[in-house]
């Protein structure tokens, strides 16, 4: 059973920073894409920031030049570098992985993580 785990988030003030980590039980971790996303309160999920599992990078506009994905392959963790923070960044913020291998699709997602920024 692939499990991920998220830490790091928490309530901040406005213009401070968080670091968020995703750790994967999985072989292969490079092999995976993986996703950011978030949900505000009474809104939809979106997601927030990508990397392709070449390393290509894709952000929301809202979050571009204030967040930054990352990935550690040795220890199966993906980040997401939180700067910058204002309100409206406040959300359950979730990770995922996947990978497609033949016609199967593999699909993960973390519990959810929630991060509060206060003006």
């Known amino acids: 059973q692939v499990q991920l785990v998220e830490s790091g988030g928490g309530l901040v003030q406005s213009g401070e920073s968080l670091t968020l980590s995703c750790t994967a039980s999985?072989?292969?971790?490079?092999?995976?894409?993986i996703g950011w996303y978030r949900q505000p309160p009474g809104k939809q999920r979106e997601a927030v920031a990508t990397?392709?599992?070449?390393?290509?990078?894709t952000y929301v506009d809202s979050v571009k030049g204030r967040f930054t994905i990352a990935r550690d392959v040795a220890w199966a963790t993906a980040y997401l570098q939180l700067n910058n923070l204002k309100p409206e960044d406040t959300a359950v913020y979730y990770c995922?992985?996947?990978?497609?291998?033949?016609?199967?699709?593999?699909?993960?997602w973390g519990q959810g993580i929630q991060v509060t920024v206060s003006s």
């Open positions: 990397m392709t599992s070449g390393g290509n990078t």
């Open positions: 999985v072989s292969a971790f490079s092999l995976y894409a």
């Open positions: 995922q992985i996947h990978r497609t291998s033949g016609t199967e699709t593999y699909s993960y």
